[in-house]
């Protein structure tokens, strides 16, 4: 019904029609499916209150083609229904005085449907109309808002690159880590925010893949390592979807820096799967392992640990990480 009364049939004619013409149009047609309907209906109920439909139609007309396509639903209808239906049950050659009365209150209680409506239609199309501004206010104020946000991340990363200039080995190591971790908060919000605003939703399987091209060319892995991703289908809060990029973003960075060290070639492969109840987001290597820590060591390891274990936190999951000879895999569940 929101739909009917939001959209004005009678313009959709223009520009072939005039408005007015098109709101004569779309009259007809309520009086003419009123019509069939009633008929119908009198071959399997003859006689049942003949004009029952007709506040109905006129009601529909109205709310579809405004007030003008409500009367002519209402003139059409009632004449099909004078001359069509009443003299069959009327004895007489004229109508007596019960099908007089009955025929004024038709009419008015026609007339009333159609006020009531186009009441109603006029002030639902007003508050439509509210509600797409203060829409295009808002996506306004969102776009401006992530363009300055863009531009934050851009003044933080030149300061960063720098400062580094600067700085002495281990000082320059830390900002250069600094700095990656920026890169990567900005590559996320670059690729969830880019679309329409104001859209809560993300197709976490199109993001993932884009943003695992995004790493390839990011750091420059040529053919030496491959990132490949296999992601369900699945719309996912953006809040969450965000959480997500950045684990991929720092366990695939990591990854890269340190899971090859002395071998020419290695694949790392990001997936992300559907299962009862929530998804799993995984991350895995085939490169050198890591000697696995204890859970006190873990609590005072590295930032990427805790920035892992963080993320995973915001998204609601946990993290499992299995690691050996043949390489290391990250695996967080994560609850619907």
């Given at each position: 019904m929101g739909r009917i009364i939001e959209t004005d049939l009678a313009a959709t004619f223009a520009p072939w029609l005039p408005r007015w013409?098109?709101?004569?149009?779309?009259?007809?047609?309520?009086?003419?499916?009123?019509?069939?309907?009633?008929?119908?209906?009198?071959?399997?109920?003859?006689?049942?209150?003949p004009f029952a439909l007709i506040p109905p139609a006129v009601m529909v007309a109205t709310l579809a083609g405004g007030g003008l396509a409500g009367l002519v639903t209402l003139v059409v209808a009632t004449c099909f229904t004078w001359l069509v239906l009443v003299p069959r049950y009327s004895t007489l050659l004229l109508p007596d005085p019960h099908w007089g009365a009955t025929m004024i209150v038709v009419v008015l209680s026609g007339l009333v449907t159609l006020a009531?409506?186009?009441?109603?239609?006029?002030?639902?199309?007003?508050?439509?109309?509210?509600?797409?501004?203060?829409i295009a206010e808002r996506d306004l104020f969102l776009a401006e808002f992530e363009h300055r946000v863009k531009n934050n991340f851009a003044v933080v990363a030149s300061l960063l690159e720098l400062q580094k200039r600067g700085a002495d080995p281990a000082t320059a190591a830390a900002l250069s880590?600094?700095?990656?971790?920026?890169?990567?908060?900005?590559?996320?919000?670059?690729?969830l925010y880019r679309g329409t605003p104001g859209v809560e939703a993300v197709q976490i399987a199109d993001y993932l893949n884009e943003l695992c091209q995004a790493l390839g060319r990011a750091l420059v892995l040529g053919d030496r390592i491959r990132i490949s991703c296999s992601a369900d289908a699945a719309q996912l809060p953006r809040d969450r979807a965000v959480s997500i990029g950045l684990i991929v973003n720092e366990l695939v960075t990591n990854a890269a820096k340190h899971a090859f060290e002395g071998r020419d070639h290695g694949e790392i492969m990001v997936g992300f799967s559907t299962v009862s109840g929530g998804w799993l987001l995984s991350v895995a290597d085939n490169g050198t392992g890591f000697a696995p820590r204890d859970p006190e060591e873990r609590r005072e390891g590295g930032l990427g640990t805790r920035l892992v274990e963080a993320f995973a936190r915001q998204a609601r999951g946990t993290v499992q990480v299995e690691t050996g000879a043949q390489g290391t895999r990250t695996v967080i569940a994560m609850e619907a």
């Amino acid at each position: 019904m929101g739909r009917i009364i939001e959209t004005d049939l009678a313009a959709t004619f223009a520009p072939w029609l005039p408005r007015w013409l098109g709101a004569i149009g779309v009259g007809l047609i309520c009086a003419g499916i009123a019509g069939l309907v009633r008929i119908a209906l009198d071959l399997a109920l003859p006689g049942v209150v003949p004009f029952a439909l007709i506040p109905p139609a006129v009601m529909v007309a109205t709310l579809a083609g405004g007030g003008l396509a409500g009367l002519v639903t209402l003139v059409v209808a009632t004449c099909f229904t004078w001359l069509v239906l009443v003299p069959r049950y009327s004895t007489l050659l004229l109508p007596d005085p019960h099908w007089g009365a009955t025929m004024i209150v038709v009419v008015l209680s026609g007339l009333v449907t159609l006020a009531l409506a186009d009441v109603f239609r006029r002030a639902v199309r007003a508050a439509a109309r509210e509600r797409d501004r203060q829409i295009a206010e808002r996506d306004l104020f969102l776009a401006e808002f992530e363009h300055r946000v863009k531009n934050n991340f851009a003044v933080v990363a030149s300061l960063l690159e720098l400062q580094k200039r600067g700085a002495d080995p281990a000082t320059a190591a830390a900002l250069s880590a600094a700095l990656a971790r920026v890169e990567s908060i900005a590559r996320a919000h670059r690729h969830l925010y880019r679309g329409t605003p104001g859209v809560e939703a993300v197709q976490i399987a199109d993001y993932l893949n884009e943003l695992c091209q995004a790493l390839g060319r990011a750091l420059v892995l040529g053919d030496r390592i491959r990132i490949s991703c296999s992601a369900d289908a699945a719309q996912l809060p953006r809040d969450r979807a965000v959480s997500i990029g950045l684990i991929v973003n720092e366990l695939v960075t990591n990854a890269a820096k340190h899971a090859f060290e002395g071998r020419d070639h290695g694949e790392i492969m990001v997936g992300f799967s559907t299962v009862s109840g929530g998804w799993l987001l995984s991350v895995a290597d085939n490169g050198t392992g890591f000697a696995p820590r204890d859970p006190e060591e873990r609590r005072e390891g590295g930032l990427g640990t805790r920035l892992v274990e963080a993320f995973a936190r915001q998204a609601r999951g946990t993290v499992q990480v299995e690691t050996g000879a043949q390489g290391t895999r990250t695996v967080i569940a994560m609850e619907a």
